[in-house]
């Protein structure tokens, strides 16, 4: 079977740093997303992994180790904005997105 | 219209009717797919098309149909709704089939059955 696993919600600190884990089994992976949604709004898009390696974006980056199915969001210089639910995914090799359940991060002053 | 329009935004219906959720995309983009999200799960698949004419099943098809009469439109019916269908609906779009690219979502579609 395949499943994707990671916290339920966390807390950070504005201006602090926080990272975001995220965990999959799966027999066979064709790459893994994070998306960024706020309360009541539609999922967007943060980044994408294929390979190995750390990926950066501004204050956001995104890590994968295929050899480990894990993966983690790293948030720099956390803002109150930034308070929103994070949701993994694969894909898997049929081609479909599993997703996680999403973790709530609160960003408390 | 710019990126993905769904409709309604929110309705509450009676147990037994039928309903059409609504997406429209003026992206031009190949793959469009509903989901559904419900608290504490993740989004998961309704139905999805690679492409214009065509549609396929996805983890949670049960109760629900689709159609792909063009690029821009790919509306979800319940046929007979339930209070199990109770849930957020987003419609999203891809230029990547086989979920290799970004997906964009509409602001999705808040549905009550009672």
């Known amino acids: 079977g395949q499943n994707i696993d990671q916290p339920t919600e966390m807390t950070a600190t504005e201006g602090a740093i926080v990272q975001i884990n995220c965990t999959y089994q799966t027999s066979g992976f064709n790459g893994l997303f994070w998306y960024q949604q706020h309360a009541g709004e539609a999922p967007t898009f943060l980044s994408y992994n294929v390979l190995d390696g750390l990926e950066e974006k501004g204050r956001f980056s995104s890590f994968l180790s295929r050899s480990k199915g894990y993966s983690y969001l790293l948030l720099k210089e956390l803002q109150m904005k930034d308070s929103a639910s994070y949701l993994c995914a694969f894909t898997d090799s049929n081609y479909q997105l599993i997703w996680g359940a999403g973790t709530k991060l609160i960003i408390k002053p | 219209i710019a990126g993905i329009t769904q409709a309604p935004t929110s309705q509450i219906l009676a147990a037994g009717r039928r309903m059409t959720l609504r997406c429209t995309q003026d992206?031009?983009?190949?793959?469009m797919y509903w989901y559904r999200q419900d608290l504490g799960l993740g989004l998961r698949l309704i139905h999805y098309?690679?492409?214009?004419?065509?549609?396929g099943k996805g983890e949670v098809p049960d109760g629900y149909s689709v159609s792909r009469a063009n690029t821009d439109d790919f509306p979800l019916t319940l046929a007979s709704a339930v209070p199990s269908q109770t849930s957020v609906y987003f419609c999203a779009s891809s230029d990547s089939p086989g979920a290799t690219g970004e997906l964009f979502f509409g602001e999705g579609s808040r549905l009550t059955v009672l």
């Open positions: 992206m031009r983009h190949n793959a």
């Open positions: 098309s690679n492409t214009a004419g065509t549609t």
